[in-house]
């Protein structure tokens, strides 16, 4: 089944100073040195592991690699989004590209992200922050 649009209560979150900072500290980042093997064999970045140690987003390395490998494994671009609301309510979506309709979509009931949208891509296999294209 095919989620065309997530609801209003996702729509509108903004970044709090935290996920402000946290998007700042990984701004730097436009390539990578090394790969990292990952969970499903989705291999990620030196950015993406930065981002995981930082934000403490293990579960959500876990979780995206899982859901790319098994169910989207032929869509050689994903862009995946984290949005968590003020009550640290969560909705993590991914689409073939920005604009296009979403394609998945997993809720958890609370997350200690920072509030606001983090978005990682997969591109060909391999898991980068937007940055890194």
């Given at each position: 089944m095919m989620a065309k649009q997530i609801s209003k209560e996702w729509a509108g979150v903004k970044d709090s100073p935290e996920m402000v900072d946290l998007k700042s500290n990984l701004a730097h980042f436009n390539g990578t040195e090394q790969y990292y093997k990952g969970?499903?064999?989705l291999n990620y970045t030196d950015g993406v592991k930065a981002f995981h140690e930082l934000a403490k987003a293990y579960w959500?390395?876990?979780d995206l690699s899982m859901a790319s490998k098994m169910k989207f494994n032929r869509?050689?671009?994903q862009v995946w989004k984290l949005t968590v609301n003020k009550d640290h309510k969560?909705?993590?979506t991914m689409q073939e590209d920005s604009g296009a309709p979403i394609l998945y979509k997993q809720y958890y009931d609370y997350t200690d992200m920072p509030v606001g949208t983090f978005e990682l891509w997969v591109e060909s296999?391999?898991?980068i922050l937007p940055s890194e294209h």
């Open positions: 969970s499903f064999t959500l390395i876990t869509i050689p671009f969560a909705v993590l296999g391999v898991l």
